[in-house]
């Protein structure tokens, strides 16, 4: 198994992605007319994917509430979405891929390192 960490602009840059991979698995309305067009009624990704989305980091500056301190967090840039595939990441997902030092989550067993 390879674990990849992906980092999109957005959520909808993700889903792009995913359907340009062919990771997308599209489900349909049924249509009475064979002729008109497909409606989608849902879409699934069939592969193991942890979508974290927006990440949160401490800025290192405090904030009395009412509970007490807490830590200022701001939002990491981009959208953040694991991955664990049996082989390689397709062509048009490598430019997605990043490392970073310190992940804040990752799948159980641990960070396998993609060829």
Same mark, same amino acid.
């Given at each position: 198994m390879n674990d990849y960490?992906?980092?999109?602009? %957005?959520?909808?840059?993700?889903?792009?992605?995913? %359907?340009?991979?062919g990771w997308v698995t599209y489900e349909y309305e049924p249509q009475q007319d064979p002729e008109?067009?497909?409606?989608?009624?849902?879409k699934f990704i069939n592969l193991p994917v942890d979508v974290i989305g927006t990440i949160y980091k401490p800025? &290192?500056?405090?904030?009395?509430?009412?509970? &007490?301190e807490v830590p200022v967090m701001a939002a990491v840039q981009?959208?953040?979405?694991?991955?664990?595939?049996? &082989?390689?990441?397709? %062509?048009?997902?490598?430019?997605?891929r990043v490392t970073p030092a310190n992940p804040v989550r990752t799948f159980a067993g641990g960070w396998i390192e993609g060829v």
């Open positions: 960490r992906l980092q999109f602009t %957005d959520e909808e840059a993700w889903l792009a992605a995913a %359907d340009a991979a008109a067009t497909p409606v989608v009624s849902n800025t &290192g500056e405090m904030q009395q509430t009412e509970e &007490g981009g959208w953040h979405v694991n991955v664990r595939l049996m &082989g390689t990441l397709p %062509d048009v997902l490598r430019s997605y």
